[in-house]
Structures are given as structure tokens and as C-alpha cells.
């Protein structure tokens, strides 16, 4: 009895250590779990603005009214990658002029108006989701999330995380290209 007492702790610990090996096995891409949004009309929602940032509120309806493609980025004050993240749409914006739209996920309206004045506002639109039921009806696993909806209002593409990489900026360009319907896509 006193050996299987001895033995158990070993035995944990190494049940624990597979799990954690087998979580950090590189093939394990949150991007390959697929999302039921894609090749979908994107969700209905109706999101007011935050208090006190001048940029208009986000609804299903400004996603058709753009007429071209629109990416639209989940992100919170409180979601470290998203800081690592703002500064790379930022740029992507400005560079490649396609539209950003935010939703500001179960966030307080003052870190959130905080941290955009802090960082800058790239969107054209945010919606604040202080309750976190469009990011129910979005389907999102974690910020920061980033669609891409065509100019019908059909998701196309989803990506997990935060766009810092390289790789995520080009599949990003590309997803924007087939949206648009560019060739070479």
C-alpha cells in the first residue's frame, strides 16, 4: 500500500506532463477548429458605440453598406495580444486602406475609451458587446478574433489570435483578395 501511495504522485505528474506536452504539439492551430460563420451571412447583431469615443456603433446592416469587404476585429482593453495586434491592423489600415470595424468584447466603456486613446482608433465603426452576446452569436472561442465579410455580408474567413505574424498578415491580404474577388487569390 505504501508503494502505490509513493507511485501515485509519479504517476499524476506524468499524466499531467503528457497533457501538457500533447497542448503544445505545434499542429494544435486554434485557426484549424472551424468556425460555423464561414460561407455564412454574418450574425445579426445591433451594438451602440462606447461612451465616449467618437466612432459610430456597429450593426449587421454596416457590413453590406460598405460595399467591399470589411474586417471585422474582436478585441478588449484587458486582452494583451490585442495590444500587440492594434498596432499591426493599425498599420495594415492605413497602408492597405481596407475597412476595420471593432467589437469591444465585455469591456468597461472607460478602459476601453482609455485604451483607444492611449493606442489610437483605427475603426471606421465599433460596437461596444459589453454583455459579450455578439461575441455568442459571432461564435468567437477568445479575443482577439478577425473576419473578414464579404460585400454581401458573408463571412469569409476567420482567424484566431492575434494578426502579429507574418503568415497571419498574409493570409489576412489574401482572404481580403478573394473577397474582393481578385485574381490570384
Avoid at 468556425?35 to 451571412?41: I, M, N, P, R
Avoid at 462606447?50 to 476585429?73: C, M, R
Wanted: proline share 8%.
Amino acid at each position: 500500500m505504501q508503494r502505490i501511495l509513493v507511485l501515485l504522485p509519479i504517476l499524476v505528474v506524468i499524466v499531467l506532463g503528457g497533457f501538457f506536452l500533447w497542448g503544445l504539439n505545434p499542429e494544435r492551430d486554434p485557426n484549424a477548429i472551424p468556425s460555423a460563420l464561414v460561407s455564412k451571412q454574418a450574425p445579426t447583431f445591433d451594438l451602440g458605440p462606447i461612451d465616449g469615443v467618437e466612432s459610430p456603433g456597429l450593426k449587421t446592416a454596416d457590413l453590406s453598406a460598405a460595399g467591399e469587404p470589411v474586417v471585422i476585429n474582436v478585441f478588449a482593453s484587458w486582452c494583451v495580444p490585442c495590444r500587440a495586434e492594434h498596432k499591426v491592423l493599425t498599420r495594415l489600415t492605413r497602408q492597405e486602406g481596407f475597412p476595420l470595424y471593432g467589437i469591444n468584447y465585455k469591456d468597461k466603456p472607460e478602459d476601453a475609451r482609455k485604451w483607444l486613446a492611449e493606442l489610437g482608433n483605427p475603426y471606421g465603426r465599433i460596437g461596444s458587446d459589453e454583455t459579450g452576446r455578439a461575441g455568442i452569436e459571432w461564435g468567437i472561442s477568445g479575443v482577439p478574433e478577425t473576419f473578414v465579410v464579404d460585400a454581401s455580408g458573408k463571412v469569409v474567413w476567420r482567424y484566431v489570435g492575434p494578426i502579429a505574424t507574418e503568415q497571419s498578415q498574409d493570409d489576412l491580404r489574401a482572404a481580403l483578395a478573394a473577397a474582393r474577388g481578385e485574381a490570384g487569390s
